[in-house]
């Protein structure tokens, strides 16, 4: 149930769904007045959702900037790995298949290798298709330790579904394994970090670092420049770009709401 309503909500958070409704309505639709306030309508969707430098510029002031690794100038305890960067419906299970979030893996795996934390923590608790058995914290510990990490420096925390339980989960466990007090990098998709660092704070947890990853809209992208090209020439797939940024404001609605941040 949970999956279907969210996939629901995803769908009707896209500006594509907006628009095909619509034009379904607009073709239905026999009243002059109401006609003219659809067709507005859809040429202010079509218009303002397929721009690039307004998603790029949306983009930007929404998500952090990237965290320079030069500047990580101390180790830190833990780099807790948020899950979110597997395609769990993909076979066979024997490796890892990596989604559009990809970064949050394999940046994590390179900050242990520089040194820049002791251990790999990975928190999810999302389920493969074709083995119920097996997490996506599981899977991802296992391949991080087929990349060169030593097993004692990874732990899999696989029962959270969401970052609310995320945090819950990654708080007992440092409460019931002694982890201490120590300074840990958080790692997550730049457009999840304001939500992930909230639920942290909110299950009492402040000695941490955001360490985005996957940014939408790089800083030096050409779409960040007014030009022709980006601004008056459509691109359709900028439409589909929003979806991740509306699914994410809504999250934090919901998250607010409930009382998780």
């Not at 990349?147 to 708080?171: K, M, Q």
Request: hydrophobic share 45%; with cysteine; glycine share 6%.
């Amino acid at each position: 149930m949970y999956a279907l309503l969210s996939a629901a909500v995803s769908v009707c958070l896209q500006p594509l769904t907006w628009l095909l409704g619509l034009l379904v309505a607009l073709a239905f639709c026999r009243t002059g007045k109401w006609r003219r306030r659809l067709m507005i309508a859809v040429l202010a969707v079509a218009v303002i959702f397929t721009n690039p430098w307004l998603h790029h510029a949306v983009s930007n002031a929404w998500e952090p900037a990237p965290l320079s690794l030069p500047k990580i100038d101390t180790a830190f305890g833990d780099a807790v790995v948020l899950g979110g960067f597997t395609r769990l419906y993909a076979t066979p299970t024997d490796r890892l298949h990596l989604s559009g979030d990809a970064n949050r893996f394999t940046q994590a795996i390179e900050l242990y290798h520089l040194g820049k934390v002791r251990r790999l923590v990975f928190v999810s608790g999302g389920h493969t298709t074709a083995d119920a058995s097996l997490t996506e914290a599981e899977l991802a510990a296992r391949t991080a330790a087929r990349f060169g990490v030593p097993e004692d420096a990874i732990v899999a925390l696989g029962t959270s579904r969401n970052t609310h339980e995320n945090a819950e989960e990654y708080r007992a466990w440092r409460r019931d394994s002694g982890g201490g007090d120590a300074p840990f990098l958080l790692v997550t998709s730049a457009f999840h970090a304001r939500r992930a660092a909230a639920c942290f704070r909110k299950a009492g947890m402040d000695e941490f670092i955001v360490f985005p990853t996957d940014h939408r809209s790089e800083r030096a992208h050409p779409d960040r420049r007014l030009t022709l090209s980006n601004t008056v020439i459509p691109s359709p797939a900028t439409m589909l770009s929003w979806g991740s940024l509306f699914r994410e404001w809504f999250g934090l609605l919901v998250y607010r709401l409930r009382g998780w941040i």
